[in-house]
């Protein structure tokens, strides 16, 4: 018990000092879990997302003030690890609401699971830690659309992929 509460103090104040990242503390453990059909689960935590290859933009959203720049794996990359040809995403957020996403319909944009906002770690409180985005200040009629409003999950925690 005793070295547990040393524990848990000498990882704050290493993430306080700079030494350790919060990136480092939470690659121990998973924060989103990727399904396919046929039994196939992969759970990934913060520091194998980001250790992927990541797309930056700057965006406005219709959820947030201003523009803000936006960090993250592509959607379809994260997917193609573990099924190359899927098409049908179901998203699932937090709170369990889930919206359905086709790949094709994004091919002409950048869908990432963004992880950072102007340089932060997306938290729970600013829709993290991980937020389906794509930049809408670049394509302007994408944040008319009410289906890719929807798609725009926040706080996801698991991917379903349905085809």
Known sequence: MQ????TRWLVAALL???VMTPWAQAAESPILTLTAPGGVSKEYGLH??????QVAFETETPWTKGKHSYRGPLLRDL??????????INVVALNNYSHEVRLSDYADYPLILAMSENGKMLTRRNKGPLWLLVPFSDHPKLSEDPNVQASM???IVRLEILD
């Open 79 to 88: 997917i193609r690890q573990i099924s190359p040809n899927a098409d049908r």
């Open 153 to 155: 999950v926040w706080q």
């Open 48 to 53: 194998e997302l980001g250790s992927l290859p």
């Open 3 to 6: 070295r547990h509460i040393f």
């Open 16 to 18: 306080l000092s700079g």
